[in-house]
């Protein structure tokens, strides 16, 4: 299916596991975003890509990776998970940099970090 | 610093009844803004945006919101609310080329409609 996609949708770990979080457009959108999503703080910005290797810091990077090898798939990994990073994680894309060109987010995925 | 503010985390309104959700930016330099609808256990989906081309906008599902710059507003309209539109709204906005273009989102507000 066109769009973009997030796997897995719900995941529970443990404290100090490795995680990573898939995202996959089918746009060739040259932009792409991790956001999280926290009661009382929208959303915020974790990582972002302008293309195929290169990525870029966000509002919230630390405890987070991000690789994009190809344009199409953007994961992030969380290296030794942490209860604090038990949130809601979205990703989202956009065509080019433009201030108005749209974002189209995935459907999230939910961890939780016991 | 930009920054949104969304007044009102809760907003609860009976089916027909006027929908107006509030959104307060900052910004020190023309800004882009956004809403956008998160259904339960959806991704967000962009209602409308704002572009300086007008200053009304009209978006998807009836909804619609006027930029307001002397008052830095951007608050979303629907003049009869349907069961179908409870969801939570999120206003953005985006004024630099830094990270992405990045959107700068509010805290949300969920939007409850009663029979």
């Known amino acids: 299916d066109a769009g973009i996609t997030q796997s897995p949708r719900y995941k529970i770990t443990e404290t100090g596991r490795q995680v990573t979080l898939m995202c996959h457009q089918t746009?060739?959108?040259?932009?792409m975003f991790w956001y999280r999503q926290d009661l009382g703080h929208g959303l915020r910005l974790i990582y972002y890509s302008a293309a195929a290797d290169i990525t870029d810091k966000g509002e919230v990077p630390d405890g987070y990776v991000v690789s994009r090898s190809k344009t199409e798939n953007f994961p992030l990994t969380l290296e030794s998970a942490t209860r604090s990073q038990t949130s809601v994680y979205f990703c989202?894309?956009?065509?080019?940099?433009?201030?108005?060109?749209?974002?189209?987010f995935g459907p999230g995925t939910r961890l939780t970090v016991l | 610093a930009q920054s949104v503010t969304q007044l009102g985390s809760h907003v609860s309104v009976s089916e027909g009844a006027l929908v107006l959700l509030r959104c307060n930016y900052s910004s020190s330099v023309p800004p882009y803004l956004f809403w956008y609808v998160q259904y339960p256990n959806q991704g967000l989906q962009l209602l409308l945006k704002y572009t300086s081309a007008a200053t009304l906008v009209k978006g998807i599902n009836g909804f619609e919101a006027e930029f307001k710059k002397s008052e830095t507003s951007f608050h979303l309209t629907k003049p009869s609310a349907h069961m179908s539109d409870a969801a939570e709204y999120f206003c953005a906005v985006s004024t630099f080329y830094n990270q992405g273009g990045k959107l700068i989102f509010g805290q949300g507000t969920e939007l409850s409609v009663k029979p």
């Open positions: 989202a894309s956009k065509l080019e940099l433009s201030l108005t060109d749209t974002q189209y």
């Open positions: 746009w060739s959108h040259s932009y």
